[in-house]
C-alpha cells in the first residue's frame, strides 16, 4: 500500500487556534489549560477545561474567544473519535469566526470538516467543505493555505478516482507552491503528484516525481517526509527488478521509522527483511549462473527508469 504524505492536511490545520488568546483571567486559564492537555494527549481532561472556558467566555460575551476554544474544543473532540461532536463544534466555530469577519479562521474550520468528512469517506462532502475554504483564503490572499487546500482536494479526487481532476488541483498547488519558494510544501505536492501517476499507470513520470520529493526532503532534513516517499520510491524499485536501490531505500525509511517508533515500523521491518532475502536470493543466483529469482533481472546495470529524466511541469493538456 502506498503512503499519502499529510503535509497538506497539517498545513491547512497549522495554527493553533489559542494563539490569540491573552492569558488575563479564569476562562483564559481554563482554555489554555485545555490546549495543553490536548498536546498532552490527554483529549478527555481537556475537553472539560474547554468547556468550562467556553461557559466563561459566553457570559462576559467574548465571542473572539468563544470561536478559538471552540475550535479547540472540537480538535480533542477529534482526538477522541467522537466525530459527530467535533463537527458540531467546527460548525459552531466556523460560524462564529464568519459573523466576526475572521475569514481565514473561518477557512481553517471549513478545511477541518472537510478532513472529517474524509475520513468517514463522505468525499462529496469532503470536497465540498474544502471548495468554500479554498474560495475563502484566495479572497484573503493566503496563498501557502491554497496551496495547501489544493493539494488535499487533489488529494481526495484521487481516491475517488478522478485522476485528471487531482493532477490539476496538484499542479496549481505546484505552481503556488514554486511562486511562493516553499521547497517543503513543493516536496509534498511532488509526492501526491507521483501518487496520481501511479494510479494513471505512468511508471516513469511517478518515480522521476518522487525522486525530485526526495531530494527536496533531503535538503529541508525533513526525515519525516523523506522515509514516506523512500517507502513509496521502494516499492517501485522493487516491482522493476532494482532490487539494490528499493532495499537502500527502505532500510532509510525503516531508519527514520525507529527513531519515533512509529506504527508503521513493524510492518515496513518485515517488508525490509523480506527484501533483502529476495536480493540476497538473486544475488546468489547471479554468481552461480543461474536466472535470478523474483521479476527483474538484477544483474544488469543499475538505472533507475526515471532518474533524471526531465519532466514537463506544465499543466496536463487533459485536465
Not at 505512468?202 to 525522486?211: K, L, P, Q, V
Not at 519525516?224 to 532490487?243: P, V
Not at 506504527?263 to 543461474?290: F, N, S, T, V, Y
Not at 523474483?294 to 487533459?318: A, E, I, L, M, Y
Request: hydrophobic fraction near 40%; include cysteine; aromatic fraction near 6%.
Amino acid at each position: 500500500m502506498v503512503k499519502e504524505d499529510h503535509t497538506p492536511a497539517d498545513q491547512m490545520q497549522r495554527r493553533d487556534p489559542l494563539d490569540d488568546l491573552e492569558a488575563t483571567g479564569p476562562a483564559d486559564t481554563l482554555a489554555r489549560l485545555g490546549a495543553t492537555y490536548s498536546t498532552l494527549g490527554r483529549a478527555g481532561q481537556a475537553i472539560g477545561f474547554y468547556q468550562q472556558a467556553l461557559e466563561g467566555y459566553r457570559s462576559e460575551g467574548d465571542s473572539r474567544s468563544e470561536a478559538e476554544t471552540l475550535a479547540g474544543l472540537a480538535g480533542a473532540f477529534w482526538q477522541e473519535q467522537d466525530v459527530s461532536s467535533a463537527e458540531g463544534a467546527f460548525e459552531q466555530a466556523a460560524a462564529l469566526y464568519r459573523v466576526l469577519g475572521m475569514r481565514s479562521q473561518e477557512a481553517t474550520a471549513l478545511n477541518c470538516l472537510g478532513l472529517l468528512r474524509d475520513q468517514q469517506d463522505d468525499f462529496e462532502a469532503a470536497i465540498g467543505y474544502y471548495e468554500q475554504a479554498l474560495a475563502i483564503l484566495w479572497d484573503e490572499g493566503d496563498r501557502l493555505a491554497e496551496a495547501a487546500t489544493l493539494d488535499v482536494i487533489g488529494m481526495t479526487q484521487r481516491r475517488v478516482g478522478n485522476l485528471k481532476t487531482a493532477l490539476g488541483s496538484h499542479e496549481q498547488a505546484l505552481a503556488i507552491r514554486l511562486q511562493e519558494k516553499d521547497p517543503a510544501g513543493e516536496a509534498a505536492t511532488r509526492h501526491a503528484m507521483a501518487l496520481v501517476y501511479e494510479d494513471m499507470g505512468d511508471i516513469d513520470r511517478a518515480i522521476a516525481y518522487y525522486e525530485w520529493a526526495l531530494r527536496l526532503r533531503g535538503e529541508a532534513a525533513d526525515e519525516a517526509g523523506e522515509a514516506i516517499t523512500s517507502y513509496n520510491l521502494s516499492r517501485l524499485y522493487a516491482h522493476l527488478g532494482y532490487l539494490a536501490e528499493a532495499e537502500r531505500l527502505l532500510a532509510r525509511a525503516v531508519e527514520i521509522e525507529s527513531k519515533s517508533n512509529h506504527p508503521d515500523l513493524p510492518k515496513d521491518e518485515i517488508e525490509l527483511a523480506e527484501l533483502r532475502a529476495r536480493l540476497r536470493a538473486d544475488q546468489q543466483a547471479a554468481m552461480g549462473g543461474a536466472p535470478p529469482v523474483g521479476p527483474g533481472d538484477t544483474t544488469r546495470p543499475h538505472q533507475p527508469v526515471g532518474f533524471n529524466k526531465p519532466v514537463d511541469d506544465s499543466p496536463s493538456d487533459d485536465r
